[in-house]
């Protein structure tokens, strides 16, 4: 149930901020700093353009807050 309230509040924010869900996803990982890495896979030629374009797109204080309203950390699945 968590998964489906950050999707939707990310679904939410991408039609108030105009970008691509996915674009403002890979933002919003870009923006966590602790969050050293984050595995892109890219399947097609517009997943990878959307990372890149993802570098350059900086979120509000106010829209960063939304999305991490509804978001839960957890552990990695299926490690220990």
């Not at 691509?20 to 919003?28: G, I, N, R």
């Amino acid at each position: 149930d968590a998964d489906f309230a950050v999707a939707e509040r990310l679904q939410e924010v991408a039609i108030d901020t105009d970008l691509p869900a996915m674009q403002l996803a890979l933002v919003w990982v870009l923006a966590r700093p602790e969050i050293p890495s984050s595995i892109i896979g890219a399947s097609k030629m517009q997943h990878r353009e959307d990372a890149v374009v993802a570098l350059e797109i900086e979120l509000t204080t106010e829209d960063l807050a939304r999305l991490e309203e509804v978001y839960r950390p957890r552990g990695v699945l299926g490690h220990q």
